[in-house]
C-alpha cells in the first residue's frame, strides 16, 4: 500500500509541469460534455423573441414563461408520470425476477445453467427492430395497445439480461459459506435468498436497478411504437412528437428537455460510483 | 448442534440437493417465460412474418417463401441504409475509441476517484451517456439550427463565411448525426478503458516512468498491450449499439434528406409503421438481425476465453 502511493505520488509528480495544461484540457472536457445541455438551459430561460437571434448569447431577461406553458398546459406532466410508472414498473420486475434467476445460476446446482445462460446473451443480442413487429401485433390482439402494462413488459425484458447478469456476478462474490450456513439452519433456498443474501447484495441491487430505470426512462422504440396516445406516451415519445404548429417552439422544448432529462442526471449524480462500477462490470471484472 | 445439523445434511443429501435443483428450476422459471415468450418467440414470429406478404391495408396475408429477401437483394434502398450503418459505425466508433481513450488517460492521469474533484469529473463525464438520446437529439437540432443556431454562429466568429445546413445539405446530415452520437457515447468508452486502465497494476506503471522512457514509449509499449482486452470489448459494446441506431438519427433528420441518413433500422420501422408492409419489414428486420448475429460471432471469437470462463 505505501509502495504503491509513493509510486502513485511520484507519477503524478512527473506531470506537475503539465498540470496546468490538464486542468485547461479538463475545462475543455467539460465544456464538451456540458455544453449543449447547458445551451439548452440557455434556450428554456429565454424570451422569445431573443431565441429567433444570435447575439445576445446570453438572454437580456430570464422568463419562465416556458416551464409554464410546458407543465401547465401540455401533456408533458402526464408524459413525465407515464415515464415514472413505467420505469419503476419495470425496474422493480426485472429486480424480482432476475434476482430469483441470478441466484439459480450463482448457488443452486441445476443442470440446464448453459442454456439458461445461453438464451439470456441471445436475448441481449437482438436489436429492438427486429421483434417490435410480431410484439406490437401480439399486444394488438391482447388489447393491450396503448397501455403501459405492455411498453413495462417489453423494457423489463429488455433490460432482464443485463439485470440477471450484474446480480450473478454480485451473489458469486458473497461467500458460499453464508448461504450453506442458512440451508444448515433450516432456511429455504428462498428465505436464505431472502434473509442472507439479498440484504447482503444491496450495491448490486442498487447497480441492476439504476441501470435498468435510465435504460426504461430514456428508452424510444418501444415506447413509440406501444403508445398511440396521451394518455399513455412517455417522456421521450413526447420530446419527439413535441406539438408545433407551423415553426418548432424551441423555448418550449428546451424547457422540455430540461425537466426530462432532470431525473436521470440527478440520479446519475448521486449515484455515480454505483453507475460506474455497474457498467463496467461485466467488461472489465467479468 | 452444528456437527450434528452438518450430520444430518450428509444423511439427507441427496434428497437436500434434489430440492435444491427443484428450488433453482422454480426461480428461473419466470424470468426465462418472459424472455422466451417476449423476445425469442416474437423473433420466431419475424422469421414466419418475413416469408409472407402481409399488407392489412389491401387485405393481403400470403405465404411467398424467400421472396421478400428475393427483393431485398434487388432493393437499392436497402443497399444504401446498408451502407449509410456501415459508415455511421466505422466512423462513429472510429472517432469514439482514441477520444474516448484519450479522454480516459486525463482523467486517469489528472484525477483519483477518492478525492472529491476526481469523483467530481466522472459525473461531468458521464452526463452525456445519461441524457435521453431522444433529448439529445433535440439538442443538436438546436445546436445545427441554420440561421441561429450555436455552431453557425461560431463558425461565423472565427470568419467561416458560408453558413451550413447541416441537417438539410446531404453531405452534411450523416456527419450532424455521427458528431451527435460522438458526444453522446464518447464518456460511455471512456469509463469503460478508464476502468480498465485503473485495474492495471500500478507500480508497472510507475516503473516506466522512473526507468525513464518518455511518456509515448511507455504507452506505446506497456498501458496499451495491456489495455487492449479492454478497448476490444468496448469497441464490440459500441459497435453493436451503433449498427442498431435509431433513436439518435429519427429524431434528428428522420432518415432525410434523401434517405442519405437512413439506416437499417429506420428503413425497416418506415416499412413496418408507416407504409405498414409487414412481411418484407420483417424481412428487413431479420436482415439487421441477422448482422448482429454475425458481429455477435466475431465478438464470441474475440473474446473466446471470457466466454468460456463465463459459462
Not at chain 1, 151 to 169: F, I, K, R
Not at chain 2, 257 to 271: Q, V
Amino acid at each position: 500500500m505505501d509502495r504503491e502511493r509513493t509510486c502513485r505520488d511520484r507519477w503524478v509528480g512527473w506531470d506537475v509541469a503539465s498540470a496546468g495544461r490538464n486542468v485547461c484540457l479538463l475545462a475543455t472536457v467539460a465544456m464538451f460534455c456540458l455544453g449543449p445541455l447547458g445551451w439548452q438551459v440557455v434556450a428554456s430561460v429565454k424570451p422569445d423573441e431573443e431565441l429567433v437571434r444570435l447575439p445576445p448569447l446570453l438572454p437580456t431577461r430570464l422568463t419562465a414563461a416556458h416551464y409554464e406553458r410546458v407543465l401547465f398546459h401540455s401533456s408533458l406532466v402526464q408524459a413525465l408520470i407515464n415515464s415514472a410508472a413505467v420505469a419503476m414498473g419495470a425496474t422493480a420486475v426485472a429486480l424480482v425476477l432476475g434476482s430469483c434467476c441470478a441466484f439459480t445460476l450463482a448457488r443452486l446446482p441445476i443442470t440446464g445453467r448453459p442454456m439458461i445462460l445461453g438464451v439470456i446473451l441471445m436475448a441481449s443480442m437482438f436489436p429492438p427492430i427486429a421483434i417490435i413487429s410480431p410484439l406490437y401485433l401480439t399486444m394488438r390482439e391482447m388489447g393491450l395497445q396503448d397501455s403501459l402494462i405492455a411498453l413495462g413488459l417489453a423494457h423489463t425484458v429488455h433490460a432482464l439480461p443485463l439485470t440477471t447478469w450484474l446480480l450473478t456476478v454480485a451473489f458469486r462474490q458473497l461467500p458460499r459459506e453464508l448461504y450453506h450456513a442458512a440451508r444448515v439452519d433450516g432456511c429455504t433456498p428462498l428465505r436464505a435468498l431472502l434473509t442472507v443474501v439479498l440484504p447482503l447484495a444491496r450495491p448490486g441491487l442498487a447497480v441492476a436497478g439504476l441501470l435498468t430505470f435510465i435504460h426504461s426512462w430514456n428508452e424510444f422504440m418501444f415506447a413509440l411504437t406501444l403508445t398511440a396516445s396521451d394518455a399513455a406516451r412517455t417522456a421521450p415519445v413526447a420530446i419527439a412528437l413535441f406539438p408545433g404548429l407551423h415553426d418548432v417552439p424551441w423555448g418550449d422544448l428546451a424547457a422540455a428537455s430540461v425537466i426530462v432529462t432532470l431525473p436521470v442526471v440527478g440520479l446519475a449524480a448521486f449515484f455515480n460510483r454505483h453507475l460506474i462500477a455497474g457498467l463496467t462490470a461485466g467488461s472489465v471484472k467479468g | 448442534m452444528k456437527v450434528a445439523a452438518f450430520n444430518d445434511q450428509k444423511a439427507d443429501g441427496r434428497r437436500w440437493n434434489l430440492s435444491e435443483r427443484v428450488w433453482g428450476y422454480v426461480f428461473a422459471a419466470p424470468a426465462m417465460t418472459l424472455v422466451v415468450l417476449m423476445a425469442l418467440a416474437p423473433i420466431a414470429a419475424a422469421l414466419w412474418l418475413s416469408l409472407r406478404h402481409r399488407l392489412p391495408i389491401f387485405g393481403v396475408d400470403e405465404f411467398v417463401g424467400l421472396a421478400n429477401y428475393l427483393d431485398l437483394l434487388g432493393d437499392e434502398r436497402f443497399w444504401a441504409a446498408l451502407g449509410t450503418t456501415l459508415y455511421f459505425t466505422c466512423l462513429s466508433v472510429g472517432l469514439e475509441l482514441p477520444i474516448g481513450l484519450g479522454l480516459a488517460l486525463l482523467l486517469d492521469g489528472l484525477t483519483d476517484e477518492r478525492t472529491r474533484f476526481g469523483r467530481l469529473a466522472q459525473t461531468v463525464a458521464i452526463v452525456p451517456w445519461t441524457v435521453p438520446t431522444v433529448v439529445s437529439a433535440q439538442m443538436w437540432l438546436w445546436l445545427y439550427q441554420p440561421d441561429y443556431g450555436l455552431l453557425n454562429y461560431a463558425l461565423a466568429r472565427i470568419g467561416v463565411a458560408a453558413s451550413i445546413d447541416w441537417l438539410a445539405d446531404p453531405r452534411w446530415a450523416i456527419h450532424a448525426a455521427i458528431i451527435m452520437d460522438v458526444w453522446k457515447t464518447t464518456p460511455f468508452a471512456a469509463l469503460m478503458m478508464l476502468a480498465g486502465l485503473k485495474a492495471l497494476p500500478q507500480d508497472l506503471r510507475a516503473a516506466v516512468r522512473i526507468d525513464g522512457a518518455g511518456w509515448w514509449d511507455g504507452f506505446r509499449s506497456i498501458t496499451l498491450p495491456l489495455l487492449t482486452p479492454v478497448i476490444l470489448i468496448t469497441l464490440v459494446f459500441r459497435t453493436m449499439d451503433a449498427v442498431r441506431v435509431f433513436d439518435a438519427v429519427y429524431v434528428l433528420t428522420g432518415g432525410g434528406p434523401g434517405n442519405t441518413t437512413e439506416t437499417l433500422s429506420i428503413y425497416a420501422y418506415k416499412t413496418l409503421f408507416q407504409s405498414l408492409q409487414l412481411g418484407y419489414g420483417s424481412a428487413l428486420a431479420t436482415a439487421m438481425f441477422l448482422i448482429s448475429v454475425i458481429l455477435s460471432l466475431f465478438y464470441v471469437l474475440l473474446l473466446r476465453r471470457r466466454v468460456r470462463d463465463m459459462v
